[in-house]
């Protein structure tokens, strides 16, 4: 009897631990691709976080949704798995992401509203724009769930909001041979076009009308591309590795 009484201890010691872990593993939230652009196109924050719940000390500065608006000054909790989520835990970590602005002014409705990411503060016409994969979610960031591998995009920018730009190149290229590259351009609605005109680090010349510009490298190191175009959201960078003479540069 004592053995199996132990036995059934130790199991239950198990199941206990293992609820623990999901839990835990449940609180810390998706892990997400995030951008912060702060405005002409200057990046603040290129970096992986997870949208997990938080805090968060709102600010009677941020009444850029309107006089009186502004926050309570109160510090209140951020909902795991959303965009605002991910953005105050990457603000945690990244300098240039400090102090966040924001209200609690129309919240429970509408949720916590963002003014100010750093030194990058909403205007009379500028103001923060989201997009989920593409896409603008239609509400705002605190109502605006993430999944794991979702890329949340934050950017300061006027009205009607720019498009996203998209660059793809391949993963390897061989140096001294010229390589094709393509830039795509996202609206509002997530609809994609071939963006034409745009500037690509290294580039030939801009993108034609189906999107398209050559790059050639010149020696082997390590390549970094962003694709650029006015006052549109530059792309994500893109590592591309380089071969030549028996040596492989990676980022």
Known sequence: M????????????????????????????????????????????????????????????????G?????????????????????????????????????????????LGLCGVGKSRSTSTLSWYLKVNHKDPQV??????????????????????????VLRAPSTVQTGKPFQVTVTAYDDSGKHKPAEGVTVTGASGPTGPNGKTSVTVSGVNALVLRARRGSDIPSRPVSVCVKGAGVTACS
């Open 2 to 65: 004592p053995r199996l009484v132990s036995f059934r201890l130790a199991l239950a010691c198990a199941l206990a631990l293992l609820l623990a872990l999901s839990a835990a593993a449940t609180a810390k939230g998706p892990v997400v691709s995030l951008r912060v652009i702060g405005a002409h196109g200057k990046v603040l924050s290129e970096r992986s976080v997870g949208a997990t719940a938080t805090k968060v000390k709102t600010s009677p500065k941020a009444n850029c949704l």
């Open 67 to 111: 006089a009186g608006t502004g926050g309570s000054g109160k510090t209140v909790k951020v909902k795991a798995k959303t965009a605002l989520a991910a953005l105050a835990r990457a603000s945690k970590r990244a300098r240039a992401l400090r102090p966040l602005l924001i209200t609690d002014h129309f919240r429970p409705e509408f949720g």
């Open 140 to 165: 705002g960031g605190e109502q605006a769930t993430v999944e794991a591998g979702d890329e949340v995009l934050w950017a300061l920018a006027p009205y009607p909001y720019p498009e996203e730009l």
